[in-house]
């Protein structure tokens, strides 16, 4: 079992910066990937950034690529989502997630936070 807390989130104006952290404990050996996710009112869960343990390699989407960087400090056991030029459409809650390699390339992760709200207002 993996377990995953964020910290972070917050209300800012359109424009400005947030970084999210999501310290994981138990058994992290085991995981292959991370990501963030996010979920608006009304809208389907969507992933914004996921980066391999092992290779560290990156993917973001379209909607935040550029604008967003997603770390982990292997030591600390802690992933992070930096957020920069926020935009009211970024408004969020934002999960922290993380994957097999069976569900790494998909958004059925094997391990969930519980959330951290992000408010962006114009």
């Known amino acids: 079992q993996v377990q995953l807390v964020e910290s972070g989130g917050g209300s800012v104006q359109a424009g400005g910066s947030l970084r999210l952290s999501c310290a994981a404990s138990?058994?992290?050996?085991?995981?292959?990937?991370m990501g963030w996710f996010r979920q608006a009112p009304g809208k389907e869960r969507e992933r914004v950034a996921r980066?391999?343990?092992?290779?560290?390699?990156?993917y973001y989407s379209d909607s935040v690529r550029g604008r967003f960087t997603i770390s982990r400090d292997n030591v600390k056991n802690t992933l992070y989502l930096q957020m920069t030029n926020l935009k009211p459409e970024d408004t969020a809650m934002y999960y922290c997630?993380?994957?097999?390699?069976?569900?790494?390339?998909?958004?059925?992760?094997?391990?969930w936070g519980q959330g951290t709200q992000v408010t962006v207002s114009s």
């Open positions: 980066i391999y343990i092992s290779n560290g390699n990156t």
């Open positions: 138990g058994n992290t050996d085991s995981t292959y990937c």
């Open positions: 997630a993380a994957g097999m390699p069976s569900t790494c390339p998909t958004n059925n992760y094997n391990y």
